[in-house]
C-alpha cells in the first residue's frame, strides 16, 4: 500500500521542526581537543585566552642603534649629539631584543658612523620609537577568541603567539549517508538498462566537505524495508546524523518515512518546495535522519536548505557570505598613493545602517584580522576615505550576524569579553562587539549613532559624581538610559615587591621611575590629570607620560615585564598578571545608550547577563569588582 504525506508545511517551519528535535534530543554536539595547527576552520567551544604576550620582550622594529632617548634630545643640524658605541648605544636588527637601559631606536639611515666607534646624530629620538612594546599585539590574559567562534588562519597565529598549543573546539559532526533503491549501482561500472548510477552520495560528501563535516557513505541498500531499516539502526550507532538518499516519495516502493516512524519518530513527510517536496524529517535513537530524494536537484536543494542549517547547529558556525555591503566609515582613513591597500574593520548595524570601524592596521598586529568583521579596499593612487563617507567592505561574517550583534565602545574593561562570551554561549547567534576607544570616545559615538552603547567612567571633578554631569552636557535633549555596571578600584600598578617603593601619585614624578600611560579621553587618564592637578603635579615631571596604552591589559603587560615601572589601571587587570596594586579610588563604571534601544533584544539579553550569578561569579574571581548594582537602570 502506497504511503500518504503525512504533511506538506514551509520550509522555514520544517527546518524549525528540525533543529529544535535535534536539539531537544540531547544528543547533540561534542567536543574535542586538537593541536591548534590543525585547528583551521574549526569553531571554538570555549573561550580561549593567552597564555604569553606577544612580542614577549621588547623588540627593535628597525636596523638601527638603540639608545636611550634622553640622551638624544636636543640633537639638530647645527647641535648635532655624538654617541660612543657600548656605553651611548648598540646595534641592533629588526627583531633583536632591545638592550637593557635603552628605550628607543634610530633607524641607521639616521645614523652618521663617524668611524671611531662614535656616530653622530641630527635628530633627538623620541621614547620607545621604532620599538615593539611587549604586548603590543597580544597581552597574557586577553580573550584571543570567545566561544563558537572560527578559527581563521590569522587565528592560528594569535593563538601561537599567545602560547596556546591546543584548543577545544566542537567535534565536527559525521553524516552517515544510505543510498538506496533496486535500480543504482556504485560508480564506475557499466550499468546496463535500468540501472542509474549512484553518484548522489559523491555530490553530499562533498557538500559536508565543504561545510566542514564528515561523512561515511555505506553500500546500497536495495528497496527492502527491512534491510532499510537494518542499515538505518547501524547509521545511527555510528553517527551523528544519517541521510538516506531517494526512497521518500509516496509510491511503491518508498520506504523511508515508513522505516523511520517504525524505529523513532517521524516529524516531516513533505515539504512546500520545488524541487524537494517528498523530503522526509526524522529522529531515530536521538540522531537526526533526513530522507532526501532521489533526483540530484532535488536532493542539493534539501543539503542546501535542511542539512546545511542542521550542520552548522552541530558545528555553531553560520558560513560567511562574502558579501559586499556600504558602510558608514566611523573616522578619517589616510592611504600612500603608492599602494592598494586593505584595511579590516569592524562593521556594526546602527540605525538600520552599517557602520565600519577600522582596526590597528600594523603589519605585525595579527588580532586585528582576528576581530574584522569585513575588508575595505583602498585603491592605489587614493589618499583615502573620509569620516562619515560611506564606502564598500567585504564581509568576512554573515550580514545576519553582524545585524544580530551589540556594538559596545568606549572605555575598556575585561569584563566586556566576559559579557561577550556569555552572550554567545547562553543566547545562540547573538553577538556583543566591543572596541576600545576611552570613554569621551564612547560618548561621542553614541552621539554620532556609530555605536549602541558605551562604557564609562567619567569623574566630575566639582560633584565628585561619576558619568551623569557628562550625560547631561552632551545629551542635552535626548533622553539616555544608564545602566549601573560595577565599582572598581583604581590604583598604581606596580611590579611585584613593589621595588621602586612607590606610595603614591607623587612619587611618579622620581626621575628614574618609568610611567606607563593611557590614551587621551580615557576615564583612567582624565583621573590621573585630576590626581596631578589635585597634587600640584606637572605632567611633564613623569618620565612617559606621553607613552600611551589602550587598554587595562597592556599597561600591566608592560609593568610585568619591566618596560615601565607603574601605570594607572584596574586591579583585576593588575591580578591577572601577578603585580602589587596601590589603591587610589573607587570608581563607578557604566553603560550608557539612547533610550529607542532599550526595545532591542540584544540589550535585554545584555542586561540579563549583568545580573547573573555567572557574571557576578567570574568578576569575582577576577577581583577589584563590586556588582552590587550591576544592571540596574535609570533614565536621564
Known amino acids: 500500500m502506497a504511503y500518504s504525506y503525512l504533511n506538506n508545511i514551509e520550509l522555514e517551519k520544517a527546518l524549525d521542526i528540525l533543529l529544535n528535535a535535534a536539539i531537544e534530543s540531547g544528543d547533540g554536539p561534542q567536543t574535542e581537543k586538537i593541536p591548534v ?67 628607543a631606536v634610530v633607524m641607521i639611515e639616521d645614523v652618521i658612523n663617524l668611524g671611531d666607534g662614535t656616530v653622530k646624530l641630527l635628530k633627538s629620538a623620541v621614547p620607545w620609537q621604532h620599538v615593539r612594546q611587549i604586548g603590543e599585539d597580544i597581552c597574557a590574559g586577553d580573550m584571543l577568541l570567545p566561544s563558537n567562534t572560527v578559527i581563521e588562519p590569522a587565528t592560528i597565529g594569535a593563538m601561537l603567539a599567545g602560547g596556546i598549543q591546543e584548543v577545544c573546539v566542537w567535534k565536527r559532526p559525521l553524516a552517515g549517508i544510505i543510498p ?39 553500500d546500497i541498500v536495495p528497496d527492502d524495508i527491512e534491510l532499510i531499516k537494518g542499515a538505518l539502526l547501524k547509521a545511527v550507532s555510528e553517527c551523528d546524523l544519517v541521510l538516506i538518499n531517494a526512497g521518500s516519495s509516496a509510491g511503491r516502493d518508498d520506504y523511508t518515512a515508513r522505516a523511520i516512524e517504525e524505529l523513532g519518530k517521524l516529524l516531516v513527510h513533505g515539504i512546500a ?42 558545528n555553531h558556525n553560520n558560513m560567511p557570505a562574502g558579501k559586499t555591503i556600504k558602510a558608514v566609515l566611523s573616522k578619517r582613513i589616510v592611504s600612500s598613493l603608492k599602494y592598494e591597500e586593505f584595511v579590516r574593520v569592524k562593521i556594526g548595524s546602527v540605525d538600520d545602517r552599517f557602520v565600519a570601524v577600522p582596526l590597528n592596521r600594523g603589519a605585525g598586529v595579527v588580532t586585528s584580522f582576528v576581530k574584522a ?23 568576512l561574517r554573515r550580514e545576519d550576524e553582524i545585524k544580530n550583534t551589540l556594538v559596545v565602545t568606549g572605555s575598556h574593561d575585561p569584563l566586556l569579553d566576559v559579557i561577550a562570551d556569555i552572550m554567545q554561549r547562553t543566547w545562540r547567534g547573538k553577538y556583543v562587539s566591543s572596541s576600545h576607544v576611552g570613554s569621551m570616545g564612547g560618548i561621542m559615538a553614541v552621539k554620532r549613532s556609530e555605536a549602541h552603547m558605551a562604557g564609562i567612567h567619567l569623574l566630575d571633578e566639582e560633584t565628585g559624581e561619576y558619568n551623569i554631569s557628562y550625560i547631561r552636557k552632551y545629551f542635552p535633549d535626548r533622553k539616555i538610559i544608564l545602566i549601573n555596571c560595577v565599582k572598581r578600584v583604581q590604583g598604581l600598578m606596580v611590579k611585584q615587591g613593589n621595588p621602586m617603593g612607590i606610595r603614591g601619585i607623587r612619587d611618579l614624578t622620581r626621575p628614574e621611575l618609568k610611567y606607563v600611560n593611557r590614551q587621551k579621553g580615557a576615564g583612567t587618564r582624565i583621573l590621573l590629570d585630576f590626581l596631578l592637578r589635585k597634587n600640584g603635579i606637572n605632567a611633564s615631571d613623569i618620565y612617559g ?16 615585564s619591566e618596560s615601565a615601572d607603574a601605570g594607572m589601571g584596574i586591579y583585576s587587570a593588575a591580578n591577572i598578571y601577578g603585580l602589587d596594586f596601590i589603591p587610589v579610588c573607587e570608581e563607578q563604571y557604566d553603560f550608557i545608550l539612547p533610550e529607542k534601544y532599550m526595545d532591542m533584544k540584544l540589550v535585554e539579553h545584555f542586561i540579563e547577563i549583568l545580573k547573573s550569578d555567572e557574571f557576578r561569579e567570574t568578576l569575582q574571581a577576577m577581583g577589584g569588582y563590586n556588582t552590587e548594582n550591576a544592571g540596574n537602570i535609570s533614565v536621564l
Open 37 to 103: 595547527g590543525e585547528a583551521c576552520g574549526r569553531v571554538t567551544s570555549e573561550a580561549v585566552y593567552a597564555r604569553i604576550s606577544s612580542p614577549h620582550y621588547n623588540a627593535s622594529a628597525m636596523d638601527g642603534i638603540a639608545v636611550c632617548a634622553r640622551s638624544t634630545f636636543g640633537a639638530t643640524n647645527t647641535t648635532p649629539v655624538v654617541l660612543k658605541e657600548g656605553t651611548d648605544y648598540k646595534m641592533v636588527d629588526t627583531g633583536d631584543p632591545l638592550p637593557a637601559g635603552f628605550d
Open 273 to 314: 518546495i520545488r524541487p524537494g517536496k517528498p523530503t522526509v524529517l526524522g529522529l531515530i535513537k536521538g540522531k537526526p535522519v533526513i530522507g532526501v530524494p532521489g533526483y540530484p536537484v532535488s536532493g542539493i536543494i534539501v543539503m542546501e536548505k535542511l542539512v546545511k542549517p542542521l550542520i552548522e547547529y552541530y
Open 373 to 395: 568583521d569585513g575588508l575595505l579596499h583602498i585603491p592605489m593612487n587614493s589618499e583615502g576615505f573620509e569620516g562619515g563617507q560611506t564606502v564598500d567592505v567585504q564581509l
Open 180 to 218: 538506496t533503491g533496486d535500480e543504482i549501482v556504485p560508480p564506475g561500472e557499466n550499468p546496463e538498462e535500468g540501472k542509474i548510477m549512484e553518484f548522489n552520495s559523491s555530490i553530499f560528501s562533498s557538500m559536508l566537505y565543504k561545510w566542514n563535516a564528515r561523512s561515511k557513505v555505506y
Open 545 to 560: 607620560y606621553d607613552r600611551e596604552e589602550f587598554t587595562h591589559m597592556s599597561v600591566a603587560a608592560l609593568v610585568a
